[in-house]
Protein backbone atom coordinates (compact mmCIF):
# COMPACT_ATOMS: atom_id res chain seq x y z
CA UNK A 1 0.00 0.00 0.00
CA UNK A 2 0.88 3.99 -0.63
CA UNK A 3 1.82 4.86 2.98
CA UNK A 4 1.24 8.41 1.87
CA UNK A 5 -1.72 11.21 2.48
CA UNK A 6 -2.79 13.66 0.69
CA UNK A 7 -1.78 17.55 1.08
CA UNK A 8 -3.01 20.77 0.39
CA UNK A 9 -2.01 24.38 1.30
CA UNK A 10 -3.64 25.96 4.33
CA UNK A 11 -4.44 28.67 1.53
CA UNK A 12 -6.82 26.38 -0.37
CA UNK A 13 -8.18 24.64 2.92
CA UNK A 14 -9.00 27.92 3.78
CA UNK A 15 -10.86 28.59 0.59
CA UNK A 16 -12.87 25.53 0.48
CA UNK A 17 -13.83 26.08 3.83
CA UNK A 18 -15.38 29.36 2.79
CA UNK A 19 -17.45 27.95 -0.07
CA UNK A 20 -18.42 25.21 2.61
CA UNK A 21 -19.94 28.12 4.57
CA UNK A 22 -21.37 30.18 2.00
CA UNK A 23 -22.96 26.87 0.83
CA UNK A 24 -24.85 25.80 3.95
CA UNK A 25 -25.44 29.26 4.47
CA UNK A 26 -27.75 29.91 1.06
CA UNK A 27 -29.07 25.70 1.64
CA UNK A 28 -30.16 27.37 4.62
CA UNK A 29 -32.12 30.43 2.85
CA UNK A 30 -33.37 28.33 0.19
CA UNK A 31 -35.03 26.14 3.10
CA UNK A 32 -36.26 28.95 4.37
CA UNK A 33 -38.02 30.21 1.43
CA UNK A 34 -39.98 26.78 0.90
CA UNK A 35 -37.66 26.06 -2.37
CA UNK A 36 -36.42 23.03 0.09
CA UNK A 37 -37.01 20.89 2.37
CA UNK A 38 -35.63 20.82 6.23
CA UNK A 39 -31.61 20.27 6.29
CA UNK A 40 -29.16 20.19 8.94
CA UNK A 41 -25.83 22.29 8.36
CA UNK A 42 -22.19 21.88 9.15
CA UNK A 43 -21.85 25.41 9.83
CA UNK A 44 -19.12 25.77 12.53
CA UNK A 45 -17.47 22.24 11.45
CA UNK A 46 -15.56 23.31 7.92
CA UNK A 47 -12.31 22.53 9.34
CA UNK A 48 -13.08 19.14 10.14
CA UNK A 49 -14.58 18.42 6.79
CA UNK A 50 -11.92 19.89 4.75
CA UNK A 51 -8.83 18.78 6.91
CA UNK A 52 -9.73 15.29 6.99
CA UNK A 53 -10.78 14.78 3.36
CA UNK A 54 -7.85 16.90 2.20
CA UNK A 55 -5.75 14.20 3.63
CA UNK A 56 -7.62 11.22 1.72
CA UNK A 57 -6.51 10.07 -1.92
CA UNK A 58 -8.69 9.12 -4.94
CA UNK A 59 -8.62 5.33 -4.37
CA UNK A 60 -10.55 6.05 -0.37
CA UNK A 61 -14.29 6.05 0.10
CA UNK A 62 -16.06 8.26 2.29
CA UNK A 63 -19.34 7.38 4.13
CA UNK A 64 -21.10 10.36 5.92
CA UNK A 65 -24.19 11.36 8.13
CA UNK A 66 -27.11 14.05 7.80
CA UNK A 67 -24.50 16.58 7.92
CA UNK A 68 -22.75 15.76 5.11
CA UNK A 69 -22.17 18.99 2.38
CA UNK A 70 -18.48 19.76 3.82
CA UNK A 71 -17.78 16.55 3.61
CA UNK A 72 -19.17 16.42 -0.24
CA UNK A 73 -17.86 19.53 -1.20
CA UNK A 74 -14.37 19.02 0.46
CA UNK A 75 -14.21 16.22 -1.83
CA UNK A 76 -14.84 18.14 -5.04
CA UNK A 77 -18.63 17.93 -5.76
CA UNK A 78 -20.19 20.30 -8.06
CA UNK A 79 -22.11 23.20 -6.20
CA UNK A 80 -24.97 23.22 -8.62
CA UNK A 81 -25.44 19.24 -8.46
CA UNK A 82 -25.70 19.61 -4.58
CA UNK A 83 -27.83 22.40 -4.32
CA UNK A 84 -30.24 21.12 -6.99
CA UNK A 85 -30.25 17.32 -5.09
CA UNK A 86 -31.18 19.68 -1.92
CA UNK A 87 -34.24 21.20 -4.42
CA UNK A 88 -35.61 17.92 -5.95
CA UNK A 89 -34.35 18.40 -9.06
CA UNK A 90 -33.29 16.15 -12.11
CA UNK A 91 -29.82 17.79 -12.08
CA UNK A 92 -28.84 16.43 -9.01
CA UNK A 93 -26.33 13.93 -7.43
CA UNK A 94 -29.04 11.97 -6.80
CA UNK A 95 -31.25 12.75 -9.91
CA UNK A 96 -33.99 14.80 -7.35
CA UNK A 97 -34.42 11.60 -5.20
CA UNK A 98 -32.18 12.15 -2.02
CA UNK A 99 -32.59 15.70 -0.67
CA UNK A 100 -29.63 16.93 1.39
CA UNK A 101 -29.59 13.97 3.89
CA UNK A 102 -29.34 10.71 1.55
CA UNK A 103 -26.72 11.96 -1.28
CA UNK A 104 -24.35 9.74 -2.50
CA UNK A 105 -21.49 10.62 -5.00
CA UNK A 106 -20.27 7.49 -6.88
CA UNK A 107 -17.84 9.75 -9.04
CA UNK A 108 -16.53 11.41 -6.27
CA UNK A 109 -15.88 7.78 -4.04
CA UNK A 110 -18.52 8.90 -1.35
CA UNK A 111 -20.57 6.07 -0.89
CA UNK A 112 -23.66 7.16 1.17
CA UNK A 113 -25.02 9.94 3.60
CA UNK A 114 -26.84 7.87 5.89
CA UNK A 115 -29.50 9.74 7.86
CA UNK A 116 -30.22 6.75 9.92
CA UNK A 117 -28.28 7.63 12.71
CA UNK A 118 -24.69 5.57 13.25
CA UNK A 119 -25.90 3.19 9.80
CA UNK A 120 -22.56 4.87 7.95
CA UNK A 121 -20.82 2.97 11.04
CA UNK A 122 -21.97 -0.26 10.05
CA UNK A 123 -21.97 0.21 6.22
CA UNK A 124 -18.35 1.25 6.49
CA UNK A 125 -17.35 -1.86 7.91
CA UNK A 126 -18.91 -3.70 4.47
CA UNK A 127 -16.81 -1.18 2.38
CA UNK A 128 -13.48 -1.86 4.20
CA UNK A 129 -14.29 -5.71 4.35
CA UNK A 130 -15.09 -5.54 0.39
CA UNK A 131 -12.10 -3.55 -0.34
CA UNK A 132 -9.42 -5.74 1.80
CA UNK A 133 -11.69 -9.38 -0.15
CA UNK A 134 -10.88 -7.40 -3.49
CA UNK A 135 -7.41 -6.54 -3.04
CA UNK A 136 -8.45 -3.17 -3.86
CA UNK A 137 -6.06 -0.24 -2.46
CA UNK A 138 -7.29 3.19 -0.63
CA UNK A 139 -8.99 3.51 2.83
CA UNK A 140 -12.56 3.88 3.98
CA UNK A 141 -13.18 7.29 5.75
CA UNK A 142 -16.55 7.52 8.43
CA UNK A 143 -18.29 10.60 9.60
CA UNK A 144 -20.24 10.26 12.15
CA UNK A 145 -21.44 12.62 15.67
CA UNK A 146 -20.69 12.10 18.98
CA UNK A 147 -24.45 11.35 19.32
CA UNK A 148 -23.84 8.29 16.97
CA UNK A 149 -21.13 7.08 19.23
CA UNK A 150 -23.45 6.68 21.84
CA UNK A 151 -25.15 3.87 19.89
CA UNK A 152 -24.39 0.31 19.99
CA UNK A 153 -23.61 0.31 16.38
CA UNK A 154 -20.82 2.29 17.08
CA UNK A 155 -19.26 -0.82 19.69
CA UNK A 156 -20.05 -3.24 16.91
CA UNK A 157 -18.86 -1.71 13.83
CA UNK A 158 -15.11 -0.46 16.18
CA UNK A 159 -14.65 -3.97 17.41
CA UNK A 160 -15.53 -6.21 14.48
CA UNK A 161 -12.96 -3.63 12.37
CA UNK A 162 -10.36 -4.20 14.70
CA UNK A 163 -10.68 -8.09 15.12
CA UNK A 164 -10.69 -8.12 11.19
CA UNK A 165 -8.13 -5.58 10.36
CA UNK A 166 -9.70 -3.44 8.15
CA UNK A 167 -8.61 0.12 6.75
CA UNK A 168 -10.69 2.44 8.33
CA UNK A 169 -10.63 5.90 9.22
CA UNK A 170 -13.35 6.83 11.93
CA UNK A 171 -13.85 10.08 12.15
CA UNK A 172 -15.62 11.48 15.11
CA UNK A 173 -17.08 14.84 14.72
CA UNK A 174 -17.41 16.13 18.02
CA UNK A 175 -19.92 18.92 17.87
CA UNK A 176 -21.32 18.71 21.60
CA UNK A 177 -24.82 18.06 20.08
CA UNK A 178 -26.88 15.55 19.40
CA UNK A 179 -29.68 17.12 17.89
CA UNK A 180 -31.43 19.24 20.16
CA UNK A 181 -29.56 17.18 23.50
CA UNK A 182 -26.33 18.48 24.83
CA UNK A 183 -23.47 15.44 24.94
CA UNK A 184 -22.72 15.50 28.27
CA UNK A 185 -26.45 14.91 28.99
CA UNK A 186 -25.62 11.24 27.39
CA UNK A 187 -21.69 10.88 26.90
CA UNK A 188 -19.42 9.78 29.85
CA UNK A 189 -16.30 11.57 29.85
CA UNK A 190 -15.81 14.79 27.20
CA UNK A 191 -14.17 12.77 24.36
CA UNK A 192 -15.18 9.91 22.37
CA UNK A 193 -11.67 9.02 21.29
CA UNK A 194 -10.70 7.40 24.64
CA UNK A 195 -13.67 4.62 24.13
CA UNK A 196 -11.08 3.23 21.28
CA UNK A 197 -9.03 1.65 23.51
CA UNK A 198 -11.48 -0.54 24.53
CA UNK A 199 -11.05 -2.38 20.63
CA UNK A 200 -7.37 -2.23 21.01
CA UNK A 201 -7.73 1.28 18.42
CA UNK A 202 -5.45 3.69 18.01
CA UNK A 203 -6.88 6.80 17.99
CA UNK A 204 -6.86 10.54 18.90
CA UNK A 205 -8.59 13.91 19.49
CA UNK A 206 -7.78 17.21 17.54
CA UNK A 207 -8.47 20.62 17.91
CA UNK A 208 -11.67 20.31 15.20
CA UNK A 209 -11.66 24.16 14.65
CA UNK A 210 -7.96 24.14 13.44
CA UNK A 211 -7.95 22.86 9.73
CA UNK A 212 -4.16 23.02 9.67
CA UNK A 213 -3.86 20.48 12.98
CA UNK A 214 -7.06 18.74 11.57
CA UNK A 215 -5.17 18.33 8.39
CA UNK A 216 -1.55 17.08 10.07
CA UNK A 217 -3.41 14.33 12.50
CA UNK A 218 -5.64 13.04 9.64
CA UNK A 219 -2.42 12.61 7.39
CA UNK A 220 -0.85 10.87 10.42
CA UNK A 221 -3.91 8.46 11.02
CA UNK A 222 -3.96 7.48 7.46
CA UNK A 223 -0.59 7.11 7.14
CA UNK A 224 -0.92 4.26 10.13
CA UNK A 225 -3.40 2.83 8.33
CA UNK A 226 -1.48 2.39 5.46
CA UNK A 227 1.19 1.08 7.24
CA UNK A 228 -0.90 -1.34 9.77
CA UNK A 229 -3.91 -2.24 7.42
CA UNK A 230 -5.56 -1.48 10.60
CA UNK A 231 -8.30 1.45 11.72
CA UNK A 232 -7.95 4.50 13.37
CA UNK A 233 -10.38 6.64 15.42
CA UNK A 234 -9.76 10.27 15.07
CA UNK A 235 -11.78 12.56 17.10
CA UNK A 236 -12.64 16.03 15.91
CA UNK A 237 -13.39 18.70 18.61
CA UNK A 238 -15.91 21.55 17.11
CA UNK A 239 -19.39 22.91 17.70
CA UNK A 240 -22.31 22.89 15.57
CA UNK A 241 -22.56 27.06 15.45
CA UNK A 242 -26.11 26.76 13.52
CA UNK A 243 -29.42 24.64 15.11
CA UNK A 244 -29.73 20.92 14.57
CA UNK A 245 -32.36 21.10 11.81
CA UNK A 246 -33.52 24.27 9.73
CA UNK A 247 -35.11 26.18 10.64
CA UNK A 248 -34.19 26.11 14.12
CA UNK A 249 -34.00 29.49 16.72
CA UNK A 250 -31.36 27.20 19.15
CA UNK A 251 -33.23 28.54 21.96
CA UNK A 252 -32.13 24.96 23.85
CA UNK A 253 -28.60 26.40 23.50
CA UNK A 254 -26.79 27.97 25.95
CA UNK A 255 -25.79 31.76 24.87
CA UNK A 256 -22.95 31.39 26.85
CA UNK A 257 -21.53 28.04 25.61
CA UNK A 258 -22.56 29.47 21.92
CA UNK A 259 -20.75 32.64 22.07
CA UNK A 260 -17.40 31.25 23.18
CA UNK A 261 -17.93 28.97 20.45
CA UNK A 262 -18.27 31.57 17.55
CA UNK A 263 -15.07 33.28 19.06
CA UNK A 264 -13.28 30.10 17.57
CA UNK A 265 -15.25 30.07 14.39
CA UNK A 266 -12.66 28.15 12.15
CA UNK A 267 -12.71 30.15 9.66
CA UNK A 268 -11.90 33.49 10.97
CA UNK A 269 -9.06 31.55 13.30
CA UNK A 270 -7.67 30.79 9.43
CA UNK A 271 -8.32 34.30 8.00
CA UNK A 272 -6.24 35.84 11.35
CA UNK A 273 -4.00 33.18 10.84
CA UNK A 274 -3.13 33.35 7.47
CA UNK A 275 -3.39 37.56 7.45
CA UNK A 276 -0.90 37.69 10.48
CA UNK A 277 1.81 35.24 8.48
CA UNK A 278 1.36 38.17 5.44
CA UNK A 279 -0.05 35.06 2.95
CA UNK A 280 -3.51 37.22 2.59
CA UNK A 281 -4.12 40.61 3.41
CA UNK A 282 -7.99 41.47 3.82
CA UNK A 283 -8.56 42.62 0.65
CA UNK A 284 -7.87 38.98 -0.13
CA UNK A 285 -10.35 37.79 1.82
CA UNK A 286 -12.60 40.32 0.66
CA UNK A 287 -11.82 38.58 -3.15
CA UNK A 288 -12.40 34.97 -1.72
CA UNK A 289 -15.66 35.49 -0.04
CA UNK A 290 -17.28 37.37 -2.93
CA UNK A 291 -15.59 34.53 -5.51
CA UNK A 292 -17.34 32.05 -3.19
CA UNK A 293 -20.35 33.59 -2.80
CA UNK A 294 -20.75 34.04 -6.77
CA UNK A 295 -19.88 30.53 -6.95
CA UNK A 296 -22.44 29.26 -4.66
CA UNK A 297 -25.34 32.00 -6.03
CA UNK A 298 -24.47 30.91 -9.60
CA UNK A 299 -25.16 27.24 -8.11
CA UNK A 300 -28.26 28.22 -6.72
CA UNK A 301 -29.79 29.68 -10.22
CA UNK A 302 -28.58 26.32 -11.85
CA UNK A 303 -30.75 24.72 -9.45
CA UNK A 304 -33.82 26.99 -9.56
CA UNK A 305 -33.59 26.10 -12.95
CA UNK A 306 -33.42 23.08 -13.18
CA UNK A 307 -36.28 20.47 -13.97
CA UNK A 308 -37.58 17.79 -11.56
CA UNK A 309 -37.79 14.75 -12.34
CA UNK A 310 -40.17 13.42 -14.56
CA UNK A 311 -43.19 11.51 -13.18
CA UNK A 312 -42.34 8.08 -14.95
CA UNK A 313 -39.09 7.71 -12.58
CA UNK A 314 -40.16 7.72 -9.59
CA UNK A 315 -39.40 3.90 -8.90
CA UNK A 316 -35.90 3.85 -11.08
CA UNK A 317 -33.00 3.43 -8.86
CA UNK A 318 -35.33 3.28 -5.58
CA UNK A 319 -34.20 -0.20 -3.84
CA UNK A 320 -36.79 0.23 -1.03
C1 LIG B 1 -31.25 5.67 14.40
C2 LIG B 1 -31.70 7.12 14.51
N1 LIG B 1 -32.09 7.60 15.71
C3 LIG B 1 -32.48 8.89 15.82
C4 LIG B 1 -32.51 9.72 14.72
C5 LIG B 1 -32.92 11.20 14.85
N2 LIG B 1 -31.70 12.02 14.82
C6 LIG B 1 -31.28 12.59 13.66
S1 LIG B 1 -29.84 13.41 13.85
C7 LIG B 1 -29.76 13.02 15.48
C8 LIG B 1 -28.61 13.48 16.34
C9 LIG B 1 -27.33 12.83 15.96
O1 LIG B 1 -26.29 13.37 16.72
P1 LIG B 1 -24.81 13.19 16.27
O2 LIG B 1 -24.56 11.78 15.85
O3 LIG B 1 -23.96 13.74 17.35
O4 LIG B 1 -24.68 14.07 14.95
P2 LIG B 1 -24.87 15.63 14.80
O5 LIG B 1 -26.31 15.86 14.47
O6 LIG B 1 -24.44 16.27 16.06
O7 LIG B 1 -23.99 16.02 13.66
C10 LIG B 1 -30.86 12.26 15.87
C11 LIG B 1 -31.09 11.74 17.23
C12 LIG B 1 -32.13 9.16 13.47
N3 LIG B 1 -32.12 9.88 12.34
N4 LIG B 1 -31.69 7.87 13.40
Known amino acids: MNQTAARRSPLSMLESMMLIRAYEEKTAEIQASGAAAGTCTSVGQEASAVGVVAALGSDDRILTNHRSAGHLIARGADTGRLLAEVMGRSTGYCRGKSGSLHISAKELGVVLTSTIVGGELSLATGVALSKTMLGEAGIVACFFGDGAACE???????????????????????????????????????????????????????????????????????????????????????????????????????????????????????????????????ADIVAIEERVRAQVEQAAQFAAASPFPDASELATDVYA
Open 152 to 282: GIFHESLNLASVWNLPILYICENNQWQAYVHRKETMTGDHVSEWAKGYGMESRTVDGNDVEAVHAAAQEAIVRIRETGKPYLLETYTYRLRGHFEPDDQGYVDAGELASWREKDPIALMQRRLTASGVLNA
